[in-house]
């Protein structure tokens, strides 16, 4: 388990805290269809994070060719018909570029800077030149507007109960995911970053802000300079 990062919850635990039970149970958002009016059709796609396969299920079917990254053997074992990749993103080195990079689950507020400079500098290693990277990003009020509680459609609840202060800018998050027959809990380390400062993190890696895609500013295209 990294530090500062826990899970809680029937089945497999990632090291960032990630139940593999629960994120293969949650349903897809607009997420994909999001991403798909932003890219080429039948562009290829590079995923970190991927997990269990949420959102590449969803592009898989929309005719993208998505190969799909993530540290956690438990997760990709739920990943169908996509090529995977076990490694940690910041490791990542493939001796080729996507038209599309997809860095998505607020990934880039990682609260070890080291780590988003090496998920950025990811991004950027295999982006293709005229290609594009798609970062999702944390709303506004997400760690003030607490405690907050959402019921989803298809019957469970997720809570964030608390963003406290751990120092040196980032915040100790904790999550609770309540389904009528099981109860999973997360915590992680989330820094959050003003436009500023998210436009200087990108430009570190070599990469700059296109457009954004949603009015509240949640997701991002960003291409190489």
Known sequence: MRAGYAGTGPGAVTPDGCAVELYSRL???EEPD???AAVPAGARILELGCGAGRMTHPLL???FRVTAVDESAEMLERVRGARTIRRPIEDLRLDESFDVVLLASFLVHAGDEEVRRGLLRTCARHVA???CVLIQREGEGYHTDLPR???DPSGFTVRIRAAEPVGDGVNE???EYEFPDATWTQ???SRPLTEERFEEALAEAGLRV???LTQDGTWVRAVPV
């Open 61 to 63: 079917e929309r005719g």
């Open 210 to 212: 296109d457009r954004c």
């Open 187 to 189: 915590t992680f380390l």
């Open 34 to 36: 999001i991403i798909a």
């Open 149 to 151: 509680e959402r019921v």
């Open 27 to 29: 349903p897809v958002g």
């Open 129 to 131: 030149a005229e290609g």
């Open 173 to 175: 998050v904790r999550a």
